[in-house]
């Protein structure tokens, strides 16, 4: 395996996805070197505190506490703190040196996306998150490229694990909301401010993103129509299933045309019934679906883990791997 040139990757932020990221990229380095054209060498991870336990056994010495100077000597960085800042600071530094950037922040992106992909593209490099949405499913790239040349309609789905995840038990089960939302919080579906999943603000973020990669716009997230779950009782579930119904939390992004012509989108988020013979019923537990709807495709439907450390880390791998390419290809 001599002879590769190394690519600098600076990470930010050990949690979940953070611990996994690291692993793949320490455990499959051979194969992934032999797959780009380079060595993928883990220049550092930034914490806030080295002692912290961690989900993966990691080599003390690549934790360091200065995450500013650690993203002046990578050549990719690998955002996985979440939150607003001092993340967009980082990664804004990152860009400005030139640096190419991976995140799953759908925060920061569902916030500051075009600042960020602005500042990309002014010095050519790249501002990835396919990590943001939909954890493993690959769902942005298809948007952007697969479908590039098609005319999307609508995009909907389930994009939030963990109240899908609540929802099913509660479904299935009869589990209470406070018991099926400690096991996703367990199995590290939950945001570290429940809040977030649960009041739909999470959701939001993700159609967010969607729809401004869908219809080609800038759409606010605070614009966003949001209904979480905390509402919904066990008698509700129960009333629906009685009917033929499940509940499940929607994200719906779609383009309106007013009757002048004029182009608008809707992008809302909220508790629906759901036929349980409709595809959406059939995903279960932390599982994500977002179908979508173009003029000359059809209808897609993208199924998979919408969220979890290793299923996250997966889509976080994908865009490193796309990033390093470009270094490869650029000489
Ligand atoms: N809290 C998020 C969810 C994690 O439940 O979907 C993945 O974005």
New binding site residues.
């Given amino acids: 395996m001599n002879g590769y040139r190394d690519l600098r990757i600076g990470l930010l932020g050990c949690g979940s996805v953070g611990a996994q990221v690291a692993r793949l990229i320490l455990e499959h380095g051979d194969e992934l070197a032999a797959r780009i054209g380079a060595r993928l060498t883990l220049a550092g991870i930034a914490v806030r505190n080295v002692d912290a336990p961690r989900d993966v056994e990691l080599p003390r010495e690549l934790f360091t506490t200065d995450a500013e100077r650690l993203v002046q000597g990578s050549d990719i960085v690998i955002e996985l703190m979440g939150g607003i800042e001092p993340a967009r600071t980082l990664i804004t530094q990152a860009l400005q040196g030139g640096a190419d950037v991976v995140t799953a922040n ?1 925060a920061l992106i569902a916030a500051h996306g075009p600042e960020l992909s602005e500042a990309a593209e002014q010095v050519g490099a790249q501002l990835s998150y396919e990590a943001a949405v939909a ?1 493993a499913i690959p769902i942005l790239r298809p948007l952007r490229e697969s479908l590039a040349g098609d005319h999307i309609t609508r995009v909907l789905g389930i ?5 899908n995840y609540i929802l099913d038990r509660m479904d299935r089960f009869g589990d209470s909301a406070e018991d099926a939302s400690r096991v996703a919080s367990e199995l590290g ?3 570290a401010d429940p809040t977030l ?1 649960v009041e739909g603000y ?1 959701a939001a973020q993700k159609a967010t993103i969607l729809a401004s990669i869908a219809f080609h716009t800038e759409v606010p997230v605070d614009a966003v129509h949001r209904e979480g779950i905390t509402q919904i009782t066990a008698e509700q579930i129960e009333a629906a299933k009685s009917a033929g119904y499940v509940i499940k939390l929607l994200a719906i992004a779609e383009r309106l045309q007013a009757a002048d012509g004029t182009d608008g989108v809707s992008a809302r988020v909220y508790p629906a019934l759901i036929r349980r013979d409709h595809p959406l019923a059939a995903v279960h537990e ?1 599982k994500n679906a977002v179908f979508v709807e173009a003029e000359a495709a059809g209808e897609l439907m993208f199924y998979g883990a ?2 979890g450390g290793a299923e ?1 880390a997966s889509a976080v791998l994908g865009d490193l791997v796309s990033a390093a390419r470009r270094h490869v290809v650029g000489g």
């Fill in positions: 759908k954890a994009v939030n694990g963990s109240t579906f939950l945001e999943d999470d932390g919408g969220a996250t």
